[in-house]
């Protein structure tokens, strides 16, 4: 169950090992069940490593 006052932290590994799944047609409502992952999070990782490669946050240019 989340809590948010303590949210759970991912390691940059999981993040594409998760993105991964869903690029290899794997559907993204069962990838959020199946690792309790709300569609926004599941979405900006998708979003991050295709746009740069990593999930970490984009610098501040």
């Known amino acids: 169950m989340r ?3 303590h949210p759970r ?3 940059e590994e999981f993040r594409r090992q998760i993105v991964a ?3 290899s047609g794997k ?3 069962e990838v959020m069940r199946e690792y309790d ?5 599941l ?3 998708i979003q991050r490593v ?3 490669g990593s999930t970490a946050a984009a610098d501040n240019r």
């Open 27 to 29: 559907p993204r409502a």
């Open 50 to 52: 295709h746009a740069c």
């Open 21 to 23: 799944l869903v690029d």
């Open 43 to 45: 979405d900006r990782w």
């Open 9 to 11: 932290q991912f390691t």
């Open 37 to 41: 992952l709300g569609k926004s999070t």
């Open 3 to 5: 809590d948010p006052k």
